[in-house]
């Protein structure tokens, strides 16, 4: 046998050996951790680069995969006070019971849980093994530290030089708890070679709720290692929205997929190696419970990549979890007893009642939404936050001023009354109720929806007063179930409809308008934005902006805010306004903590054109938060103007 043979056949020899070692061994690393790469349109990415400069860019990406590290918490002081608030968290922290979370714990609801004592419910509530509560602005500016109830100091604004505007602070956050979370954190899944953790994959919605303190619930389980029993300890990994072979974005990945298949390994490609792994947990339920189930916990979280508190359930009715800017933006508007405010798209009623509480529960505040079940929310916030000037409507925003067509008022209201002279009120309302639902000579569609429904109901009806229940209806009723209420259904009860309101019969107006949202964290996946999509949601903003400014009694203000990156929904909108009507002008805010504005944008190209934002010296008067500053907050953007006399 020549060398060149021998060489051969021990090359042959290693390459069978190394096929037979790479077969035997699972496809997981040995390294598992968490180093996401945010996916983007590419049109989008290359637009928002130009927007802020390639650095600034691939800084807020990396920002926005994670979650803002303080939690905030507005306190309810129309209910309560901010040291009752702090004494009830400190008493929280301290306990020394030993009481079972009974499954129970963050992101769940606790209702009839043994958990107001224990150890357990503090890992529960605050898994951050929390090193500072920052109770109030004023304390952590100064005052004196060692009397406050909670004996915690916290460096949230560590970067800010508070020096500058500490009043500024001290009037934003006077009401304001927050809490700091720890991440990231380098989590031990026990990954030796040879002997790979169990895994569980979940959906990207179920690991951004992870991010922020929750427990995976069953419908977020996508997939899952064979033999998973309930007690066992697994690695929990995201399945990330990729493009398929028609070229869409999908998760890559059925419901239901055992990993060490060979049907789970052309699925999931290169996602066990791509750094997507948020924590560890103990599963609940087993492998096959995990896939029957509709609803429940699936794997109860141990360690997360970052550690946040969780407050579902807490003190319900005097505390409520905000982000930063949106509470700045209630400020901003400047809201006094009295007034008469709008909030235009105002689910799911943070802000509201934000307001209302400025207010002093003195005066109204209207809110709208279109949705059904968004208005009963919005109404139940207020209910248990004691506040009462709150009225919520039914109504789609871009029909809230009153057409030319006549009153009608119906007599039968059900839900939130108008008030005593309801004739002579701007708001004209009307509700379906059992007597006028039949009762006109014209139906509208939908009545004649509903006789029709009504109808055929009565035409299944069989002997022995049961009624028929269909295959088709069975598994709506489970999809309802999985899935929540759908848009047109109703959690119970009956919102009032409006139909528009008066010009120029609000004091204040606040438009949180609905947008691409591109600012929210954390946000693992950004990929299903197109810079069609982002013209769409400027044009319907400035549809919005419309209606709201005609609303607006002269002298008074209109707030703008939205809760994206995209100057073409921000910049461009405050452009759009200071073009279109003379009348307005910017003003500055208070408070102001935010950073400025973009100027230029006649250089960026949006997709369909050159849209200008703001000119030079007009910076100053908005703000906006960027997801990548020292504030860590989401991306967000106020604009406030004033309404001259017209």
Same mark, same amino acid.
């Given at each position: 046998?020549?060398?060149?043979?021998?060489?051969?056949?021990?090359?042959?020899?290693?390459?069978?050996?190394?096929?037979?070692?790479?077969?035997?061994?699972?496809?997981?690393?040995?390294?598992?951790?968490?180093?996401?790469?945010?996916?983007?349109?590419?049109?989008?990415?290359?637009?928002?680069?130009?927007?802020?400069?390639?650095?600034?860019?691939?800084?807020?990406?990396?920002?926005?995969?994670?979650?803002?590290?303080?939690?905030?918490?507005?306190?309810?002081?129309?209910?309560?006070?901010?040291?009752?608030?702090?004494?009830?968290?400190?008493?929280?922290?301290?306990? %020394?019971?030993?009481? !079972?979370?009974?499954?129970?714990?963050?992101?769940?609801?606790?209702?009839?849980?043994?958990?107001?004592?224990?150890?357990?419910?503090?890992?529960?509530?605050?898994?951050?093994?929390?090193?500072?509560?920052?109770?109030?602005?004023?304390?952590? /500016?100064?005052?004196?530290?060692?009397?406050?109830?909670?004996?915690?100091?916290?460096?949230?604004?560590?970067?800010?030089?508070?020096?500058?505007?500490?009043?500024?602070?001290?009037?934003?956050?006077?009401?304001?708890?927050?809490?700091?979370?720890?991440?990231?954190?380098?989590?031990?899944?026990?990954?030796?070679?040879?002997?790979?953790?169990?895994?569980?994959?979940?959906?990207?919605?179920?690991?951004?709720?992870?991010?922020?303190?929750?427990?995976?619930?069953?419908?977020?389980?996508?997939?899952?290692?064979?033999?998973?029993?309930?007690?066992?300890?697994?690695?929990?990994?995201?399945?990330?929205?990729?493009?398929?072979?028609?070229?869409? #974005?999908?998760?890559?990945?059925?419901?239901?997929?055992?990993?060490?298949?060979?049907?789970?390994?052309? !699925? &999931?490609?290169?996602?066990?190696?791509?750094? #997507?792994?948020?924590?560890? %947990?103990?599963?609940?339920?087993?492998?096959?419970?995990?896939?029957?189930?509709?609803?429940?916990?699936?794997?109860?979280?141990?360690?997360?990549?970052?550690?946040?508190?969780?407050?579902?359930?807490?003190?319900?009715?005097?505390?409520?979890?905000?982000?930063?800017?949106?509470?700045?933006?209630?400020?901003? /508007?400047?809201?006094?007893?009295?007034?008469?405010?709008?909030?235009?798209?105002?689910?799911? %009623?943070?802000?509201?009642?934000?307001?209302?509480?400025?207010?002093?529960?003195?005066?109204?505040?209207?809110?709208?939404?279109?949705?059904?079940?968004?208005?009963?929310?919005?109404?139940?916030?207020?209910?248990?936050?004691?506040?009462?000037?709150?009225?919520?409507?039914?109504?789609?925003?871009?029909?809230?001023?009153? +057409?030319?067509?006549?009153?009608?008022? +119906?007599?039968?209201?059900?839900?939130?009354?108008?008030?005593?002279?309801?004739?002579? !009120?701007?708001?004209?309302?009307?509700?379906?109720?059992?007597?006028?639902?039949?009762?006109?000579?014209?139906? +509208?569609?939908? !009545?004649?929806?509903?006789?029709?429904?009504?109808?055929?109901?009565?035409?299944?009806?069989?002997?022995?007063?049961?009624?028929?229940?269909?295959? $088709?209806?069975?598994?709506?009723?489970?999809?309802?179930?999985?899935?929540?209420?759908?848009?047109?259904?109703?959690?119970?009860?009956?919102?009032?409809? $409006?139909?528009?309101?008066?010009?120029?019969?609000?004091?204040?107006?606040?438009?949180?308008?609905?947008?691409?949202?591109?600012?929210?964290?954390?946000? &693992?996946?950004?990929?299903?934005?197109?810079?069609?999509?982002?013209?769409?949601?400027?044009?319907?903003?400035?549809? /919005?902006?419309?209606?709201?400014?005609?609303?607006?009694?002269?002298?008074?203000?209109?707030?703008?805010?939205?809760?994206?990156?995209?100057?073409?929904?921000?910049?461009?909108?405050?452009?759009?306004?200071?073009?279109?009507?003379?009348?307005?002008?910017?003003?500055?805010?208070?408070?102001?903590?935010?950073?400025?504005?973009?100027?230029?944008?006649?250089?960026?190209?949006?997709?369909?054109?050159?849209?200008? #934002? /703001?000119?030079?010296?007009?910076?100053?008067?908005?703000?906006?938060?960027?997801?990548?500053?020292?504030?860590?907050?989401?991306?967000?953007?106020? $604009?406030?103007?004033?309404?001259?006399?017209?």
């Amino acid at each position: 046998m020549d060398l060149a043979t021998e060489m051969e056949m021990m090359m042959s020899t290693e390459l069978e050996v190394q096929r037979i070692n790479e077969r035997d061994l699972d496809p997981i690393p040995m390294a598992l951790g968490y180093r996401p790469k945010l996916e983007w349109n590419s049109e989008v990415r290359e637009y928002l680069s130009n927007a802020y400069g390639h650095l600034h860019f691939n800084k807020i990406c990396d920002a926005l995969t994670r979650p803002p590290l303080y939690s905030c918490i507005r306190v309810n002081t129309n209910q309560t006070s901010i040291e009752e608030v702090i004494k009830e968290l400190s008493e929280l922290l301290s306990k %020394g019971h030993n009481d !079972q979370l009974d499954n129970c714990g963050s992101g769940m609801d606790r209702k009839g849980c043994h958990l107001l004592a224990g150890k357990d419910l503090v890992h529960a509530l605050f898994p951050t093994k929390v090193q500072s509560l920052v109770v109030s602005c004023d304390k952590v /500016l100064g005052a004196e530290p060692e009397k406050c109830q909670a004996k915690y100091i916290s460096d949230a604004f560590q970067g800010c030089d508070l020096s500058e505007q500490p009043k500024c602070l001290q009037q934003t956050l006077k009401d304001v708890i927050m809490v700091q979370g720890v991440g990231p954190n380098d989590v031990d899944y026990g990954h030796v070679t040879n002997c790979p953790p169990k895994m569980v994959v979940v959906s990207r919605k179920c690991a951004e709720s992870v991010l922020r303190g929750a427990h995976v619930f069953v419908p977020g389980v996508l997939a899952c290692s064979g033999h998973v029993e309930r007690g066992d300890l697994v690695a929990v990994s995201v399945a990330v929205e990729k493009f398929d072979g028609n070229r869409k #974005w999908s998760a890559g990945i059925t419901r239901g997929t055992i990993l060490s298949s060979e049907h789970a390994k052309s !699925q &999931l490609g290169g996602l066990l190696e791509s750094g #997507w792994f948020i924590g560890k %947990g103990r599963a609940l339920l087993s492998r096959s419970s995990m896939f029957k189930a509709s609803k429940g916990v699936a794997v109860e979280m141990i360690e997360r990549v970052y550690e946040l508190p969780a407050f579902h359930g807490l003190l319900e009715g005097k505390i409520f979890l905000q982000n930063l800017p949106s509470i700045v933006t209630a400020r901003v /508007l400047d809201p006094h007893p009295g007034e008469r405010i709008l909030d235009m798209c105002a689910a799911p %009623g943070g802000k509201t009642t934000a307001i209302a509480v400025l207010m002093q529960d003195k005066g109204e505040v209207v809110a709208l939404d279109r949705t059904h079940n968004k208005v009963l929310d919005i109404l139940n916030l207020a209910a248990e936050m004691r506040l009462t000037c709150i009225k919520a409507y039914k109504l789609d925003a871009l029909k809230c001023l009153l +057409s030319d067509r006549p009153a009608v008022i +119906s007599p039968h209201l059900h839900g939130e009354s108008l008030g005593q002279d309801t004739a002579n !009120q701007p708001c004209i309302s009307e509700a379906l109720s059992e007597k006028s639902l039949f009762s006109g000579a014209e139906l +509208s569609s939908k !009545q004649s929806y509903l006789m029709t429904q009504a109808l055929d109901c009565f035409k299944k009806t069989v002997g022995g007063g049961h009624t028929y229940r269909s295959k $088709a209806l069975e598994r709506k009723e489970a999809r309802k179930a999985k899935n929540g209420p759908g848009r047109g259904q109703t959690n119970g009860g009956r919102a009032v409809n $409006a139909m528009g309101f008066v010009p120029k019969t609000f004091d204040r107006v606040l438009l949180d308008a609905p947008c691409s949202a591109l600012g929210l964290r954390p946000r &693992l996946f950004a990929g299903e934005e197109t810079l069609e999509g982002l013209r769409r949601h400027g044009a319907y903003q400035r549809k /919005l902006f419309d209606q709201a400014v005609q609303l607006v009694r002269p002298g008074g203000v209109l707030v703008y805010s939205t809760c994206t990156i995209n100057p073409g929904e921000n910049e461009a909108l405050v452009r759009y306004a200071l073009d279109t009507y003379n009348f307005l002008s910017l003003t500055p805010q208070d408070p102001k903590i935010g950073g400025p504005g973009l100027v230029g944008g006649s250089d960026v190209f949006d997709g369909h054109g050159f849209r200008c #934002w /703001l000119r030079k010296g007009e910076e100053h008067l908005v703000q906006r938060f960027d997801p990548s500053g020292p504030l860590d907050t989401i991306g967000f953007f106020i $604009a406030k103007f004033k309404v001259e006399h017209v």
